[in-house]
């Protein structure tokens, strides 16, 4: 457990909801420094998230610096920044891939205003996802809209700094429909392989078809050496954001099962572990709590796999015998190891209990009347 961290986005404390309707709960933050305040609370209670992912310009701020050590003074930094070409009325029809060069440079100087950001809160990480694409066939050209994506980004990687990464997500559907300009890990990994060492691929855990092995792309991309960060969360059907672990607990054992053997945890491995998601019905920091014991608890699984007795198995063709080692490890109940680690480190031993106990929820639920909501956009 000494290397996992994992990182909490801001958003995840926000009002959200459905496509049809943004649900509001008491408490809510009505600022960035009340979410960051949140999270500095699900790191006190599991000593695991010691970073925050801010988005721009949901999470605009007159000063970062300042940001940046309110953030340090609760135990906590700013982590990746997250920029936004999505919601703007101009990317109607795309955003680094638009046909028309004054979009696309607009939204190529919002990612320099981003990197300026980075540069005021000390983030290393530079996040992309565009949903830019077509619904129709024949509404754009499929090539030349790759072309304008690698001129633009390359634009924005020159500003990237010796310290500083940038990481480009894919999801092969929504809102686009018909194509979408970066769908998968494959025209991910062609984008930041062409633009060199410091840009890699973020792979969110539910931005897949279904069916597909992720933890095949996961032992892919850090062959390449080209995993740069996760985005966890969980699904039913489509990209729904559920609290990681969720619907199929044994995909993010089987995940960490690759990114232990791959190096993902060690000391200059790079790989970030973010949670991305929206806690719509359920209570928001709960939520985030559970997501990180969730990863925590399947991780202490993946760290238990025998390797050498898996290894000697599948050099003896012994298919049901690899299988019951790797099916060992996964059953293992590793709670009370986990309750032990934490009462060793002056932390809860169970953290959702001992939140709950707290009062925090009902003093935030107190003080957080007045002003507006934070949600999508805000």
Same mark, same amino acid.
């Given at each position: 457990?000494?290397?996992?961290?994992?990182?909490?986005?801001?958003?995840?404390?926000?009002?959200?909801?459905?496509?049809?309707? =943004?649900?509001?709960?008491?408490?809510?933050?009505?600022?960035?420094?009340?979410?960051?305040?949140?999270?500095?609370?699900?790191?006190?209670?599991?000593?695991?998230?010691?970073? =925050?992912?801010?988005?721009?310009?949901?999470?605009?701020?007159?000063?970062?610096?300042?940001?940046?050590?309110?953030?340090?003074?609760?135990?906590?930094?700013?982590?990746?920044?997250?920029?936004?070409?999505?919601?703007? @009325?101009?990317?109607?029809?795309?955003?680094?891939?638009?046909?028309?060069?004054?979009?696309?440079?607009?939204?190529?100087?919002?990612?320099?205003?981003?990197?300026?950001?980075?540069?005021?809160?000390?983030?290393? @990480?530079?996040?992309?996802?565009?949903?830019?694409?077509?619904?129709?066939?024949?509404?754009?050209?499929?090539?030349?809209?790759?072309?304008?994506?690698?001129?633009?980004?390359?634009?924005?990687?020159?500003?990237?700094?010796?310290?500083?990464?940038?990481?480009?997500?894919?999801?092969?559907?929504?809102?686009?429909?018909?194509?979408?300009? =970066?769908?998968?890990?494959?025209?991910?990994?062609?984008?930041?392989?062409?633009?060199?060492?410091?840009?890699?691929?973020?792979?969110?855990?539910?931005?897949?078809?279904?069916?597909?092995?992720?933890?095949?792309?996961?032992?892919?991309?850090?062959?390449?050496?080209?995993?740069?960060?996760?985005?966890?969360?969980?699904?039913?059907?489509?990209?729904?954001?559920?609290?990681?672990?969720?619907?199929?607990?044994?995909?993010?054992?089987?995940?960490?099962?690759?990114?232990?053997?791959?190096?993902?945890?060690?000391?200059?491995?790079?790989?970030?572990?973010?949670?991305?998601?929206?806690?719509?019905?359920?209570?928001?920091?709960?939520?985030?709590?559970?997501?990180?014991?969730?990863?925590?608890?399947?991780?202490?699984?993946?760290?238990?796999?025998?390797?050498?007795?898996?290894?000697?198995?599948?050099?003896?063709?012994?298919?049901?015998?690899?299988?019951? =080692?790797?099916?060992?490890?996964?059953?293992?109940?590793?709670?009370?190891?986990?309750?032990?680690?934490?009462?060793?480190?002056?932390?809860?031993?169970?953290?959702?209990?001992?939140?709950?106990?707290?009062?925090?929820?009902?003093?935030?639920?107190?003080?957080?009347?007045?002003?507006?909501?934070?949600?999508?956009?805000?």
């Amino acid at each position: 457990m000494g290397n996992l961290e994992i990182e909490l986005p801001s958003w995840a404390f926000g009002n959200s909801g459905t496509r049809f309707k =943004v649900f509001g709960t008491p408490g809510t933050p009505r600022t960035v420094q009340e979410k960051i305040a949140d999270a500095a609370t699900v790191h006190q209670f599991t000593g695991l998230a010691p970073s =925050v992912a801010l988005h721009i310009p949901w999470d605009e701020v007159p000063d970062y610096r300042a940001l940046r050590v309110y953030a340090e003074d609760l135990g906590v930094r700013v982590g990746t920044i997250n920029s936004n070409t999505f919601q703007d @009325d101009s990317y109607k029809f795309g955003s680094l891939t638009h046909l028309d060069k004054k979009v696309r440079r607009t939204a190529i100087d919002h990612h320099l205003a981003c990197i300026e950001v980075m540069n005021a809160t000390g983030s290393a @990480d530079l996040k992309i996802w565009l949903a830019d694409g077509t619904n129709y066939p024949g509404q754009g050209d499929i090539r030349d809209r790759q072309e304008r994506l690698a001129e633009s980004l390359a634009s924005i990687y020159e500003h990237i700094g010796d310290q500083q990464r940038m990481v480009l997500e894919y999801k092969f559907f929504e809102p686009a429909t018909y194509m979408t300009d =970066v769908p998968d890990w494959g025209t991910a990994y062609t984008h930041v392989a062409a633009l060199g060492e410091r840009a890699v691929v973020c792979l969110d855990t539910g931005h897949h078809a279904p069916g597909t092995n992720i933890e095949f792309i996961v032992a892919q991309l850090l062959r390449l050496q080209k995993l740069g960060s996760f985005d966890f969360n969980s699904r039913f059907y489509a990209d729904d954001d559920l609290i990681v672990g969720a619907a199929d607990p044994f995909q993010l054992f089987r995940i960490m099962v690759e990114v232990i053997r791959g190096g993902g945890l060690d000391d200059d491995s790079g790989v970030a572990l973010m949670l991305d998601q929206c806690h719509n019905v359920e209570a928001k920091i709960p939520g985030q709590i559970r997501s990180v014991l969730n990863v925590q608890e399947m991780t202490a699984r993946a760290a238990l796999l025998d390797s050498e007795a898996l290894a000697e198995a599948q050099r003896a063709g012994d298919v049901l015998g690899a299988h019951d =080692v790797f099916m060992d490890a996964f059953y293992t109940d590793v709670r009370p190891r986990l309750a032990q680690w934490r009462a060793e480190r002056g932390l809860p031993e169970d953290p959702m209990a001992a939140f709950a106990r707290s009062g925090y929820q009902q003093r935030i639920e107190a003080e957080r009347l007045e002003g507006t909501q934070s949600g999508w956009g805000a």
